[in-house]
């Protein structure tokens, strides 16, 4: 019997075959396959799940066209249930499962253990999962509403120092300086305009992030505030998750997961607010969520292994 696990997203596609011991056979990669539907997105999807799924297959001496699996996990972010039917079109499989990207992360991250995740990219949310069974997710709102702690929110915080830093009624920062540097805006007001364009996306301006952790390591107080309340609310999503699960669970782990928190000043400040509370310890993630959807798919069948022959990419 073989199982499938995938993580489908906007930037690529991860497919993990295993069998029935938990040991990994192959591993394949596609392109982005978050959406179905408008011109070319069907054709899109099935490229790039049915490319990732060969690749893996192959890739552990198995037929490329191999269809059939015992058990298989998809995870995607931008919804789900909309590809369910596609997949079963695609492939033959005992027990379906097709969720969310946040579940398949929260699973490799603990490798299928109870325990919680924070994801901070260019936005934000937390996810957890309790011994019992019970989910609990806080955020993931989006840019207009929430994503507090996300990439982009610090840009935005940022600019806004910036702002009331060239209009005279904001402390002086260094952020103005790097943010212009960075861009070769002629001034905050006129990079504020440019951030309203469709040539800086939400996606581009949230990768200028890094440069508020550089000014606030520099020494500069506004940058590293930021930092702070970053980290503060990314610690109140998870202690938002936590209070929702069994307090039976004495000690959960928590995972941080994301490119905000390759900061230093972000990570060490959330470990200490997280750890207040007697019932989180911040762990760093143990496996990838492609590996966390192939966990998921031996958990679906009834099965609890261990993986093994992991690829390095995905420990």
């Avoid at 990838?288 to 990419?313: F, H, I, K, M």
Wanted: proline share 3%.
């Amino acid at each position: 019997m073989l199982f499938l696990g995938v993580d489908g997203g906007q930037s690529g596609t991860t497919a993990i075959v295993g069998d029935q011991s938990g040991r990994v056979l192959g591993l394949g990669r596609g392109g982005p396959c978050n959406h179905v539907s408008g011109a070319g997105a069907r054709e899109k999807f099935i490229g790039a799940i049915g490319g990732a799924v060969a690749e893996a297959c192959a890739s552990g001496g198995l037929d490329a066209s191999h269809r059939d699996f015992a058990a298989a996990c998809f995870g995607f972010s931008g919804g789900a249930e909309d590809k369910r039917a596609l997949i079963k079109e695609m492939f033959r499989i005992g027990r379906l499962e097709v969720t969310h990207d946040g579940m398949i992360a929260l699973a490799g991250a603990t490798a299928g253990e109870p325990g919680l995740i924070v994801i901070a990219g260019t936005g934000s949310i937390s996810f957890g999962r309790g011994s019992t069974g019970e989910t609990a997710r806080a955020g993931g709102w989006g840019y207009v509403y929430g994503d507090e702690g996300g990439a982009f929110d610090i840009v935005r915080k940022a600019l806004r120092a910036a702002l009331r830093m060239e209009e005279g009624w904001g402390t002086p920062t260094a952020l103005r300086g790097a943010l212009l540097n960075a861009t070769g805006a002629e001034s905050t007001n006129d990079l504020l305009h440019r951030f309203y364009t469709v040539d800086w996306p939400r996606s581009r301006v949230a990768r200028l992030a890094p440069l508020v952790d550089e000014t606030a390591r520099g020494g500069d107080d506004a940058a590293r505030e930021i930092l702070h309340a970053t980290a503060q609310s990314l610690a109140t999503l998870a202690g938002a998750v936590r209070g929702r699960l069994s307090p039976a669970d004495r000690v959960l782990p928590v995972a941080p997961v994301g490119g905000v928190f390759r900061s230093e000043i972000v990570r060490a400040r959330f470990a200490l607010v997280c750890e207040l509370s007697d019932g989180m310890r911040v762990r760093a993630a143990r496996l990838g969520p492609a590996a966390g959807a192939l966990l998921e798919a031996y958990r679906s069948a009834g099965l609890a292994v261990t993986l093994s022959n992991l690829p390095g990419d995905e420990k």
